[in-house]
């Protein structure tokens, strides 16, 4: 009779040992996999907001997402020249005036999908305004999915809609305009010289890079890649150290501030200020994107 063969405990070792070295193997591969599948998505989503833009722009003839109006408080109900007032709704509007009298609207830039949702009559909060690597704003979503079509809140989204497309040109071509006269613009797609050159959104940080625990990484940080979407209607990864080493070589892509990143993002409500205070990653870096020299007319990429 033949008798059988039980493992050795040495085989036993040598085995856990192969499998231990597999699996370790192959969860940085699976982790490489998730986090490339979740990059696809956002880059995704980046276009579809383009496409959003694109639609606007052809049903409010070629004028850029501009929702200040420069009015008379006292002939507008209480409303300011950094309100951004609801196309359907002149009654219905968000205080955008930041604490710092130099940034005037430009808090608007991460909420402006939100507020897009009033003109489509689409509800507020849609999965496409966030990258699926934004932690933040995704955890606030999660929490708050009640709030979701109340039309007295405005989202942050993951992509950022660049100032210069309501801000005067004035603003970014030497000494700066007073707050209300530059911070408000109905610029023309006529206006942009170098389609393919200017960014008109850009996600609001490298999160694929951005390491668990510690603060967002800055769009516009020398560590960063991130993803942008050009007047022309296309969307790459820039790497913004090379984007960089450009600008020093062609004053003309150099930006004219400094900005840094929110690691998160308050739901605006109606008829009331944005009032926040933000961490931030590194302090500030030139805010590319954001304040392109020349304004509108001017050129963010090397193309």
């Known amino acids: 009779m033949?008798?059988?063969?039980?493992?050795?405990?040495?085989?036993?070792?040598?085995?856990?040992?192969?499998?231990?070295?597999?699996v370790g193997l192959l969860i940085p591969a699976l982790g490489q996999a998730r986090r490339s599948a979740r990059a696809t998505v956002g880059a995704a989503n980046l276009r579809s907001l383009n496409g959003v833009m694109n639609a606007y722009l052809n049903d409010f003839r070629e004028i850029y997402l501009t929702p200040f109006k420069d009015r008379d408080p006292a002939q507008s109900g209480g409303?300011?020249?950094?309100?951004?007032?609801?196309?359907?709704?002149?009654?219905?509007?968000?205080r955008f005036q930041s604490a710092d009298p130099e940034s005037g609207t430009d808090a608007f830039m991460y909420y402006w999908y939100s507020f897009l949702s009033v003109y489509d009559g689409k509800p507020r909060f849609r999965e496409e305004q966030i990258s699926p690597d934004d932690a933040g704003i995704r955890t606030q979503a999660n929490t708050l999915p009640e709030f979701w079509n109340d039309h007295n809140l405005l989202w942050p989204?993951?992509?950022?809609?660049?100032?210069?497309f309501w801000s005067d040109s004035g603003r970014y071509l030497g000494p700066w305009l007073p707050t209300d006269a530059r911070s408000i613009a109905a610029n023309s797609q006529a206006n942009v010289?170098?389609?393919?050159?200017?960014v008109v959104l850009f996600q609001r940080a490298d999160f694929v890079n951005s390491r668990a625990g510690e603060l967002l990484l800055s769009w516009?940080?020398?560590?960063?890649?991130?993803?942008?979407?050009?007047?022309?209607?296309?969307?790459?990864?820039?790497?913004?150290?090379?984007?960089?080493?450009?600008?020093?070589?062609?004053?003309?892509?150099?930006?004219?501030?400094?900005?840094?990143?929110?690691?998160?993002?308050?739901?605006?409500?109606?008829?009331g200020p944005l009032v926040?205070?933000?961490?931030?990653?590194?302090?500030?870096?030139?805010?590319?994107?954001?304040?392109?020299?020349?304004?509108?007319?001017?050129?963010?990429?090397?193309?």
């Open 2 to 22: 033949n008798r059988r063969r039980a493992f050795t405990l040495i085989e036993v070792l040598i085995a856990v040992v192969i499998i231990g070295l597999l």
């Open 193 to 198: 010289r170098s389609p393919a050159g200017k």
């Open 79 to 94: 409303a300011y020249w950094f309100d951004a007032v609801a196309p359907n709704d002149q009654l219905l509007y968000w």
């Open 276 to 303: 926040a205070e933000f961490d931030v990653e590194e302090g500030g870096f030139p805010a590319f994107f954001k304040s392109t020299r020349f304004g509108i007319a001017g050129r963010d990429l090397q193309r």
């Open 220 to 271: 516009n940080s020398p560590k960063a890649n991130t993803w942008v979407a050009t007047a022309d209607g296309s969307c790459s990864r820039v790497r913004m150290r090379d984007l960089m080493a450009a600008a020093e070589r062609d004053n003309a892509m150099l930006p004219v501030e400094l900005d840094r990143t929110f690691d998160s993002l308050p739901i605006v409500r109606s008829h």
């Open 157 to 164: 989204s993951s992509y950022v809609y660049s100032p210069v």
